[in-house]
């Protein structure tokens, strides 16, 4: 059962209090000789945005091996713009050393704050290097062919520098780092073979992991509530290793599951596309193989777990005649319960030996056989009670436990664990680490789901590690509750999904009263909080500035144009102030999807157009109108043109090419509604306080219909589908559905997972209204609610969710599935 090194990289990967980074090749030349642990970073920012954030690290930090590793790392949170690295951990005798490979520039953060500090050069070889001693931390660092190397002793640096012109590089490490990926934030490499001293330096002599393989690498995915490793183990069948026994063996599916009792904390399967082949590799491994193993060829899966504190052992066969004849042989007596026959068994049995290796040294005293599996116990009454339960359809399958880890993980596996917090300890105590389990038991992780799986495959092993919380799932067409957030100020703007750049989850952004700017998590934590000078205009846009895949935020208030970055820090030069203020809302254009952005802020007559360096864009012509501009400008194209949009106070619609040019001559003038400009059916789109509905080609020839529409009316549109929001009338394409009377706001189309949905609010109701592109209510619709929706599929689970404002002071999330 050594298959939970889940928890010991997670161990490893409490660093949210450092700053590590990776060089290019052959950066391998620099690890020390000793290194049995390497982290890769790969976005050093995001990681340590999603590491402060995890729950799990955040329950775990201060249990002793987590506390020890992060203390031994604390001189590193003195680095600063860092943003790839490498990272290894090595010992020296009974010490804990790091690391730290970049280049980047070594930077130390806030050095002039910093009251308690000194610097001495050392040279070495020829070499300089500098000693910081930064109040607690001593650190020693030098530039070596390119990069800069960070140790935690001046001898461990010495000794770099003398092997660097003849490095002895870890060829497995060599063979893993050539084929890690990048798009993943952080990979981690664990030479288990070699790592004896240092897992036994983390995890006390009591460790066993050492045992389970050769190597371990592993790519991490997480946020705030999910820990997810997915990689490689290797073993070979020469060596003396847990994994060992299932190599050359193929993966069965998994079914214990629907044997087990629902409530037992933890369930453990072994599948065996071949018992021979296990067989086998016990002789390789000097394990001893008994006349009994024939017994078990038909066995392809062993289950083992604890009920009532009792070890409960299945083996699933697909031929039950061999076994049968062997356990009549070896009965004492025979019971009836439930319909079936429970069998008292001599003592000591030397059938269960050849699953020692698997199951532990466990005999079991009474036994049964339910759909092809024979099912052990110690006691009489703990086996009936487990039989009841399957009789019952109470097993573990049904559990939300189960249901959790089950979509996360495949269903064929040569080891496959799931447990709850209880389960996981009693298995890291056994097979694991007695301290390692201390410091899970002193967590405060009961609600979440623990998984490990092994997937034998040609010569390695695929491998999936799950810590996650446990959510309940719900019924089909149900809509519930996620999340709600309470703010200690009444909201100002409607909250907005903005996207992650780290994992492609939503967040949401919404500002207060008080011009404060909140981004919230997926799972409704604040992330920060910014004080702004004044109110957001319209909605926040995203932009990725420096086209590295990390997004930005674009807004205006009502006097500065603004661009802040992922933690809410502004990205200069784009602060930009506005005398006199009564700015529009941003407008943001990326002509060719290449990330050459234009951003367009509007202030009464005047246009300011900015590049991606935050300057003035001098071939732009339309700089100053004749009237007010109205709203944002807006931007479509049509074919290989481009139009620009600008509604006037005086009526005029002025529609210009990139450079700001007239591209179309309309004469006409309008009484706008509040609505915007829509391109539908290749032709700019709107309506007119006085319930008319213009739509203008591409050559400037308009039509109107008059839809004796209401003032206060509300259009939306894609390029196929018109909706439009009269009264209580709402009408989609040709469909009209005709609603409760009411004050409704402007409709809302979001296309999501391929399919249109159409939003209104009853603001007098406090109704929220959801339908499909047919004018059929989305089930259990309408909801409670006083404000206009945003819409997002925010887990990238093909599930939509919807954020709004509830109450003054409070935004909810809710989910459809």
Known sequence: MRHTLLYVVIVLLCINCTNNKTTENYVLDLVPNNAALVFKINDFETLTDVLSTNE????????????????????????????????????????????????????IRNWDSITSKSIETIFFNDTKITKYVIEDSTFFSSHI????????????????ITNIENPNINEALKRFYDVSSEEKILNVFLDIEHGETLLKQLFDEDQNISNFARWLTLDLTLNDTEILLNGVAESNTDENKFLSFFQNTKPIQNKIWNLAPSDV????????????????NKTVLNSAKTALDSLLTTVEEIGITEYDNEHILFLRTYGTATLLDYFNEQKI??????GNEIWELKSNLEIFEPLTPLIGEHSFKYSSIIENTFIFSKSKSVLESVITKIKTGDTFEKTMLFNNAESKLTSSSSVLSISNLKGAVSILNESVSKTLGDSFNKSDLNDYVYGSQFIADAGFFHTNFLIKKITKEEDQNSVSSA?????????????????????????IVVQDQENILYLISNSGKILWKKQLDGLIQGKVQQVDLFKNGKLQLAFTTNNEFLILDRNGKEVKPFTKKFTGGNLNPLAVFDYEGTKNY?????????VFMYNGKGDIVKGYKYDKDEANILAAPQHFRIGKKDYIVFKLENGRLKITNRVGNTRVNVKDKFSFSENDIKLYQNKFTFTSEDGILYQIDSQGKSTSSNLNLAKDHGIDAT???LVIMNDNLLRIRDKKVELELGVYSKPIIFYLNDKIYVSVTDIQNQKIYLYDSQGASIPNFPIFGSSNIDMADMNLNKRAEFVFKDQENSIKVFKIR
């Open 56 to 107: 799990i690290l955040k329950s775990l930090e201060t249990q002793k091996a987590f506390a020890n590793i992060k203390n031994t790392l604390k001189p590193l949170q003195h680095l600063s713009n860092q943003k790839k690295g490498l990272l290894a951990l090595s010992i020296d005798s009974t010490h804990l050393d790091y690391t730290y490979i970049s280049n980047d520039s070594l930077l």
């Open 265 to 280: 904390n933890y369930i453990t399967s072994f599948g065996l596309d071949d018992f021979k082949k296990y067989s086998a």
């Open 333 to 338: 007596s025979t019971d009836e319960f439930s």
């Open 598 to 606: 234009r951003f367009v802020v509007t202030q009464d007559k005047k």
């Open 483 to 507: 999340f709600e957030v309470q703010f200690n100020t009444d909201l100002a703007t409607l909250p907005q999904f903005v996207t992650n750049h780290s994992n492609g989850r939503k967040e």
């Open 719 to 721: 390029s196929r589908t």
């Open 145 to 160: 062919e390119n990069n800069w190397v960070l140790c935690s002793s001046q001898t461990l640096l010495q000794n770099i």
